[in-house]
């Protein structure tokens, strides 16, 4: 299993960033994926879910309306568009194999949030 983030950033607050997460070594397309991420000092938060097909997706509260979660499973990729980006964003973020981030993970992108 690999999975490789990229797409973070330094962003100003009501900024917008496209997360990718390019997924090779399984069968991207029957699994359900996630995003994660983990803040300075904090432990690792549940920002999304998405399953298999694409047309079922979950979010923690606080970046509904804000995020976007979606897949291209003809090219073994995960998004995660985030737009209104706040400052408690700051984190790195980490795309998982599975529902709530509890499967393997890439390396993270770091996504920062300041002006």
């Known amino acids: 299993v690999q999975l490789v983030e990229s797409g973070g950033g330094l962003v100003q607050p009501g900024g917008s960033l496209r997360l990718s997460c390019a997924a090779s070594?399984?069968?991207?397309?029957?699994?359900?994926m996630s995003w994660v991420r983990q803040a300075p000092g904090k432990g690792l938060e549940w920002v999304s879910d998405?399953?298999?097909?694409?047309?079922?997706?979950y979010y923690l509260d606080t970046v509904k309306g804000r995020f976007t979660i979606s897949r291209d499973n003809a090219k073994n990729t995960l998004y995660l568009q985030m737009n209104n980006l706040k400052p408690d964003d700051t984190a790195l973020y980490y795309c998982?194999?599975?529902?709530?981030?509890?499967?393997?993970r890439g390396q993270g992108t770091q996504v920062t949030v300041s002006s």
């Open positions: 998405i399953n298999s097909g694409g047309d079922s997706t």
């Open positions: 070594g399984f069968t991207f397309s029957i699994y359900y």
């Open positions: 998982a194999r599975g529902p709530r981030g509890l499967g393997p």
